[in-house]
DNA sequence: TCTAGGAGTTTGATGAGTCAAACATTCCGC
DNA sequence: GCGGAATGTTTGACTCATCAAACTCCTAGA
């Protein structure tokens, strides 16, 4: 088994080189991710290249093999079903789980998460709308977009959110923006960089184009 | 926080010193628990004496500080609240509980600890009888006796079970021999080195002494 | 094309955690 | 009370994970 400290540099590369749009998984961008200095994420680096499960080579982009990618699925995938858990069953907050699903995630056994997995009816999303790996690593390719691509006056259902950030995620349930929540776009403004939305029967609200961008969407008709 | 090593070192000091019958904690003993090397657990100590969490002189008994003991009690807590959740809440077995509490007493947050032992209607005892230390890190003090202290003909109910191993107790689970379950003490053969039981609706069994020793009861009428 | 600053690397250090092997002490049984 | 077995300690070595500081490389803009 993977330390915890390697499923941490995994789960980032994978996150990085397949969910951010087109990002490469650079250096400085899985310290970031991590937590450490980039010196740090360079030694560690070499270290999953050693074992098979990266490839790196000096000032380029790192890549994972195809046991890399497995390994690091899992991680996702024990992640998400423990924050679905949490949420679901336990009773916590979606803004709460994620610092709890950091480290839970590397203490949880394969029979443990079947079980989990199983009380959850098999789910596809955790509660931020990310998808959850299948068993056999293959994950949803169905990509939802942002919501400031969508024409002012269209209708959406939330699908996604990808800001972890508690405030964040404590402020976007206040406001009704949660997934599977249906939402009207009122107005872009792309001058003032901002976008009015009113989720269905909530009041609406005026949010800047960065952060509104974070909020992806399917959409409704 | 202790990190996870740490925690079990004083877990394995506490029980050693206090659920064990004047079993003093000795190097020896901690590196059994543990499952290190005698040498590796002196290095260790020695860091727990530094941190103030042990006392320790050379070639003496173990101590834990008043700190370490709270720590030590926490961690005993996490453990066992986390092993009922998993046999009450996730539906495992008490045979495999112990080993994935192993894991996840480290990853708790109090947060959650508490909401699991709201669950659960905070709970006194583990799924194996266990006490469960309350919050403020005091522990139950009433103590079962080993069943091989009845008389022939007593009647007694399951207290508690102090051996972990997951074929033990599921043997023990098949007999019907789990906490709350009333016994009669049949027979007890010295000679022999053997106890026979019957367990409230089930047929009688025969166990060797030390293996009996290690299921405590308390007296009933 | 040159270059400044950002990105990445190397080096040297540290602490945690572990082991094996050699050594020291303690404690029992005779 | 002695000597060997059990117990505990020290030493030297190793991996993992991390950082700061000094260095190198790369590239985008002047
Ligand atoms: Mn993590
Ligand atoms: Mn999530
Ligand atoms: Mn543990
Ligand atoms: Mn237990």
Redesign the interface.
Known sequence: MATEAVENYLKAILTLSQESDAADATITRIAAVVGVTPSTATTMVKRLDRAGLARYERYGAVRLTAKGRRAASDVLRRHRIVELF?VQ????DWS?VH??AE??E????P??LD??DE?LGRPRSDPHGDPIPDADGRSDHARPGPITACAPGAHAAVARVLDQGAEFLQFLARAGLTPGTRVAVVAIDSIAGSITLKPEGRTALTLSLPVAQRILVTPAF
């Open positions: 949490l069953i336990v009773g916590l709460e610092a709890e480290r839970l590397h203490a949880i056994s029979r443990l079980r989990l009380m």
